[in-house]
Structure formats: C-alpha cells, structure tokens
C-alpha cells in the first residue's frame, strides 16, 4: 500500500538511534496489516498515528508501543496481540498486562486487538474500533484536525439505522427509534437520496416511497 509506505517511510526519517531501529524491526505483519486494513478502512489517513512509539513504565523503562494515536491531549495506545509472542512465558504476559495498566493509570487509553482475530474477523475488529473510537471523533470533527463531517447526527443515525435493520429503513420506524417527527425522518431520508446515500424503494403500483435502502459501505467514515 503506497500511503503506508510514505507513513513509515515519513517516520523513519525523523527517527534515529534506538527509536529508528525498533520501527524497522517491529513493525512486522500484523501492525501492518492493523495499519492498512483496520485503521486505513476507518480514517483514511495515517494523521496522528505513530508507530513503535516509546513509552515509560512504572519502573521509568522504556519500551516501544505497536500504535500511539495522539488526538489533542488524548492519548490511544494500541497493542496487537500474537499468542505465540507469549507461548508459555508466563512473566512476559504479566509484564505486558502490568505495562497496560499502568499505562491506563496515566489516562492513556489501551485498545488490545487479538492478531488471529484480526486476520479471520477484520470487520468485527473494525467495528469495534470505530465504536471505541467514535465519541473522541465526534468531538473534534475528525482525527486529522479538519472537518471530515459531511453528514449530521441525525443523518448519521439514520444511516446506522439502516444498517442494522439490513439496510432497509422506513421514516415511520425511524422517527419511533430515534423519537423524532415521522416527517423529520422522510425529510432527511430524502436527503440521504441526494447524497447517494439511500436509494428509495417504490412500493407496488402507486410507486409510493415507504421505505429506503443504505447503499453506502458499511465501513465508511461517514458513519461515525
């Protein structure tokens, strides 16, 4: 993937020493697959996502995190779990799960991705990244630092909506689910046509518009 490679490749050229030489070395198959078909799917961009970023633990010594995503003063440290990293050493497990919670305790955020899980079940990791992720995006209009939001709250919802109901979503469910006005939820249904985003659905030979179909991706950005 070429935006991955001028990401690490941007990194590497501000790195040296000890910092340079842990990102060539760690950031292996699993980070980039994390990084191209997880975080990539998500945002669309690389912006505020460090890998193999130094940290301290409780005892004041350094080690490398797979992700530091920095939002503002928020920090994310994402760890991409391999089972075999920790076979049946027992003292590498509970260092790595002591080095979580203390990292927890200094209000970083922690989100541990299993590696197997992540290669036969992408979209479910992928999910629940985005809903970990979805509030801190909210409010601050998108992760790079500008506005990404094409699409408001309501429409948003009604969007998700859609989804969970495969695709197909009727104003008059909508407005009791949401607890809006049934013409509310048609008026911005409506707007979700014009922006490509639903496709109305005639029904028999009135042609009447009852309900609507989510045509868009259901791992697009728009919808957080």
């Not at 970023?53 to 920090?75: A, C, H, N, Q």
């Not at 008026?187 to 042609?207: E, W």
Request: proline share 2%; net charge positive; with cysteine.
């Amino acid at each position: 993937m070429i935006e991955h490679e001028k990401w690490i490749k941007a990194h590497l050229s501000k790195r040296h020493g000890e910092r340079k030489d842990a990102l060539k070395r760690g950031h292996g198959f699993g980070n980039r697959f994390f990084a191209e078909q997880i975080w990539w799917n998500l945002m669309g961009h690389f912006a505020g996502l460090h890998p193999e970023y130094e940290v301290t633990d409780w005892r004041g010594r350094p080690y490398f995190v797979d992700f530091m995503w920095i939002l503002g003063s928020l920090r994310f440290v994402i760890e991409i779990m391999d089972y075999g990293s920790h076979g049946t050493d027992r003292s590498k497990y509970r260092l790595d799960l002591n080095r979580g919670l203390y990292l927890q305790s200094q209000d970083c955020h922690v989100i541990t991705i299993s590696l197997d899980e992540m290669k036969e079940n992408p979209t479910f990791v992928l999910a629940m990244v985005r809903s970990i992720l979805a509030q801190y995006l909210a409010a601050t209009g998108g992760g790079d630092g500008t506005s990404w939001r094409k699409y408001l709250k309501i429409e948003r919802e009604l969007m998700r909506l859609a989804i969970r109901n495969h695709r197909i979503i009727s104003p008059s469910r909508a407005a009791e689910e949401l607890e809006i006005h049934k013409q509310t939820a048609i008026k911005y249904c409506q707007g979700l046509v014009d922006k490509g985003k639903f496709r109305a659905i005639p029904s028999g030979v009135s042609g009447k518009i009852y309900n609507y179909e989510y045509i868009g991706s259901v791992q697009s950005i728009d919808l957080v």
